[in-house]
């Protein structure tokens, strides 16, 4: 069996087509790339506002809450738990430093200050 050039025309029209709908293909592809990106920078960005909101929330909530006698979620008891043990860390810190902390605020502060910088408490008597 012969290759003619009728078969090299069909062979041609065959690649030809097959590329075309590559190129098809790919140019859907592109644009379906466009048409989502900013729609995702969108979602991204609604649901960082939403992680936003919900974290303001959770340190109002846990505001009104934290002296609740029967707290009705444990997370108040393991956020007071963690607070207590961040400000004797940073208590600790403030020590090697030759620093001390606000046991209101817990910002680190010199020595000798009356009251806090930071939020007003009163550091000594
Ligand atoms: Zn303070």
Redesign the pocket.
């Known amino acids: 069996m012969a290759f003619d050039s009728k078969d090299l025309k069909n062979l041609v029209d065959k690649v030809s087509d097959t590329l075309s709908e590559a190129g098809r293909n790919l140019s859907a592809t592109t644009k379906t790339v466009i048409d989502v990106t900013p729609l995702t920078l969108k979602l991204k960005e609604k649901e960082s506002y939403l992680e936003k909101q919900y974290f303001e929330l959770g340190i109002l909530y846990y505001q009104d809450h934290e002296k609740d006698e029967n707290p009705e979620y444990e997370q108040l008891a393991r956020i007071t738990a963690i607070r207590d043990e961040i400000k004797e860390v940073r208590s600790k810190i403030a020590e090697v430093r030759g620093k001390e902390t606000?046991p209101?605020?817990?910002?680190y502060l010199e020595k000798g200050h009356t009251y806090?910088p930071?939020?007003?408490?009163k550091i000594k008597v």
């Open positions: 606000c209101s605020c817990g910002e806090c930071h939020c007003g408490t």
